[in-house]
C-alpha cells in the first residue's frame, strides 16, 4: 500500500492544519491508520491512531487539540490539528499497520512549522 500526505505547512501558535494522508487502496479493514511525528535528535513518536473497535488514541501532548478522522469512501485518514503549539512543531508521518502481519508502511512525512 501506498500513503500520500498532505496538509502541511507554516503556522502561528494557536492555528490549526488539517493534514491528509490518501491511500493507494482501500485499506481501513486491514489496517490500523496512524498518525507519527519526528523531530531532528528524537525518535518517531506516535500522535493519534485508530485502534481495534475503531477507538482512537491520543498523545498526551495533544489530547483535547488533536482529531484522527477517516473518510472510508476516499481511503484518506485526516489529523485535524487545533490550538497549534510551537512544540508540535515536526515532520508528521502517516503510518498503516497490517493487522494480520503487523507490518509497517508509511507516507513521505510532511513538515508542520508552528511559529510562537
Known amino acids: 500500500v501506498q500513503l500520500q500526505a498532505s496538509g502541511g505547512g507554516l503556522v502561528q501558535a494557536g492555528g490549526c492544519l488539517r493534514l491528509?494522508?490518501?491511500?493507494?487502496?482501500?485499506?481501513?479493514?486491514?489496517?490500523?491508520m496512524a498518525w507519527y511525528r519526528q523531530t531532528p535528535g528524537k525518535e518517531r513518536e506516535l500522535v493519534a491512531s485508530?485502534?481495534?473497535?475503531?477507538?482512537?488514541n491520543y498523545a498526551d501532548s495533544v489530547k483535547g487539540r488533536f482529531t484522527i478522522s477517516r473518510d472510508i469512501a476516499k481511503n484518506t485518514v485526516y489529523l485535524q490539528m487545533d490550538s497549534l503549539k510551537s512544540e508540535d512543531t515536526a515532520v508528521y508521518y502517516c503510518?498503516?499497520?497490517?493487522?494480520?502481519?503487523?507490518?509497517?508502511?508509511w507516507g513521505q512525512g510532511t513538515q508542520v512549522t508552528v511559529s510562537s
Open positions: 503510518n498503516a499497520d497490517h493487522k494480520p502481519t503487523r507490518r509497517q508502511y
Open positions: 485508530f485502534t481495534s473497535g475503531d477507538k482512537t
Open positions: 491528509s494522508c490518501r491511500a493507494s487502496r482501500s485499506i481501513f479493514s486491514l489496517y490500523y
